[in-house]
């Protein structure tokens, strides 16, 4: 798989833009952003599940069941448009309105996104302005990219985008993405937010099921703080221009898809752990030897998501009885007797409990690999063939100190 | 309800003694405790969920479930005896018999309980030589509770004992306890250790399945960081002694049994909670108006697990958009524009949502309520007649602190 620079617009006939609207205090702060395709791409989406759902949420999953088609994004950062009741979704709704006037579509081809403090409104002059804005700058160049990604930020310390691409068919196919996370992030779905941008041709309900199936091995295996967003989202658009004959379930080239659109969801979902809020490192956890896929899973996430844990990363302590307690209330089945715990990271790997017991490791170079980065925990349960992996990152004062003082 | 001045010891025929036996670091930390009964009672106990299961746990629950009888409690503090394999339990078993060999008693009627570090063999020359010395020394006053309640912490800052008094056939019946718990809470059973007596004669399996819903609605009920730990015991020992007609189902005494039981499970969760690591305020939230008393549970446990939210509590951010993002992320089911929620605290009252949405109350007088101890949030959703409430505390620097570094 090649990689490439730009992100969402390294897809042929994806145009974008970000710039500053003036919604996020600092003035230099870019806080809008479209994502446009040239001609109507099909789209598939994923969302939180949590039951308080922001009213883009609830707009975009109209979009995606009902029309499936859709040519432009409309993202803002700065006010999740979250909890905001009918007057909300009404500002919403007039986001899509404008866009489908300014660029002649259908409105229900309009997805709308919004990320950042609960319970406040749109200010919709300045997003009326911000998107007129927006529709003279978008741009097929991989800055447009740039700004798109920095646009969508909120805690964030940096950019995420990443493009990959791959050969269908003798045509070039392209899978772009960017996408922005690092607190109340535990995803049930997509993160707070991700976008996918592709040329591939493709039948829209496979596509739904395509990413939904993906997701549920990156985006939704990552965990910051356990606090699943009420705005997770993922969209993904694919406007057919590489030319390729239209996949479906029987196509060839689909295997070669996915493993571009798998590529891309996993950097993002790795990008989004190790930048999650307060944090200095990704913390990698992969459990093999599980008796399902499932119960691989739970072990591994449960791992990624304890704070004691966490904080002993952050600590340098290979304080395997934590990660053993947080294997041991997962709720999955396994015999803690049987139990081997590998820590590795680029400055060495070492194994500290074999069959449940400590191994006679040294302290010290157990110290020396946690410190550096990634880390990664290996278990192995010896309960099956199943393995799966989550990431997450350490616990950290910053994080506290992010969280106490966030909408100030 | 009367309440008294010791706690273990309080109930008639309750001895008790803590000294320092050397497990712990720092030569005057105090680290190993007896709880004996001058006849043998009737116990019963309840375990964490955690399939992890430390030594001690594994012995207990067999002493619970098999003669239901006890009439010794050992316990050090320092070293959990968790992980620690065949030898940690033979060292438990050991533990039982110089008891047994001691105090005269059959081994299966003495109970074993450790906490501390995970993953590290018990010393048995040191546990002997405290063991004599503790059988020594055990006395029934409320300095041999004290001493008792200080032995068992770990990184607590303060001991946690209460006893009340209550009247059950004209006769006086005392219930008291003490507990331990401060890091790795999230009790699914008991919390790390709790230790409750009584003179109350009452049948075994009477009081098993009391202690097992009482627990429900008290222990199970905390949260310090999600982790739930491989030792959690809450042991009661009745030993009769108050004379009163033995308790059965019919009896008209249980109701005021249950109640004195209750109290004192209340008050102890809540110091665990209150004493979490790090933390500066206990944090309660009660949600009215659920459902299901399930439901109550999940939506108030969910907001008091919320790191996100405990940051805020912490910052004295009346973030309402977190507590209603864990809410819609826990499970249960409610409509989210009818949420009611009210903050309180000795400072005052602020209503900072109705409807779902934010009132027009003023943060300044919001970061006012959330400046005092304990911070109250009551939560009503409006889908029916059930309620429940779930202790925690807030998320600080200091928690990180202390799990950064536990082990050194």
Redesign the interface.
Known sequence: MKELKAGVTAAKGFQAAGLRAGIKAGKDNKDMAILYSEVPAVCAGTF??????AAPVLWDQEVVTQSGKAQAVIINSGI?N????TKGYANCRKEAEIISSLLGMPREQVLVCSTG???VQLDMTVIQSGIENLVQAKAATAESANDVAEAILTTDTHKKEYAVECEIDGKKVVVGGMCKGS??I?P?MGTMLAFVTSDVAIEQPLLQSILKEEIADSFNMISV??????NDTCLILCNGMAGNATLTDESEGLTTFRAALREVLIYLAKQIAGDGEGCTRLFEVTCHGASSKEEAKIISKSVV????TK??V??K?A????I??????SGA??D??KVDIILESDKGTVAIVKD???TDYSEEYATEVLSGNPVKAILDVHAGEATATAWGCD???E??????????
Chains 1, 2 share one sequence.
């Open positions: 939180t599940k949590n039951i308080v759902k999740a979250a909890c905001t009741g403090v609960i319970g607190g109340m535990h049930n703080d356990g606090d699943t967003s009420t998501c304890s704070s004691l904080a002993a952050f600590g302590d304080n395997w009885g934590r053993l307690c947080a294997m041991g209330y089945q396994f803690p007797e449940g017991i400590a616990l950290t004062y994080y506290v100190k992010i969280n106490a003082d966030y909408r100030s």
